[in-house]
């Protein structure tokens, strides 16, 4: 009854930007934090960054400076603005939230389908 739903990704040339996006459905009482994860071909998925509920963030070491996470409550929303890319950035972008849903009242960790960014040198 709950999904994530993302989209913005793509083919960049390195340097360039994207905007991914995600949003919440579903039978939702609230959202705890919500993130970004990556997963390269032959690589772990790893944290990208995340935000919680109040606002505060936090970054990988590889994309501070470059990339900015931000949400909107209202909207159940979360998106990662992506500058300055590299083609190490190139992986499957999923998107993350623990979510307590209105149903059960219980909170699980929920993710997207994950979409592709490709960034090309």
């Known amino acids: 009854q709950v999904r994530l739903v993302e989209s913005g990704g793509g083919l960049v040339q390195s340097g360039g930007s994207l905007r991914l996006s995600c949003v919440a459905f579903?039978?939702?009482?609230?959202?705890?934090?919500m993130g970004w994860y990556r997963q390269a071909p032959g690589k772990q998925r790893e944290l990208v960054a995340i935000i919680t509920n109040g606002g505060s963030t936090n970054y990988a070491d590889s994309v501070k400076g470059r990339f900015t996470i931000s949400r909107d409550n209202a909207k159940k929303t979360v998106e990662l603005q992506m500058n300055s890319l590299k083609p190490e950035d190139t992986a499957v972008y999923y998107c993350n939230a623990d979510i307590r849903s209105s149903l059960t009242m219980r909170s699980n960790d929920y993710w997207g389908q994950g979409t592709q960014v490709t960034v090309s040198s």
């Open positions: 579903g039978s939702i009482f609230s959202i705890n934090a």
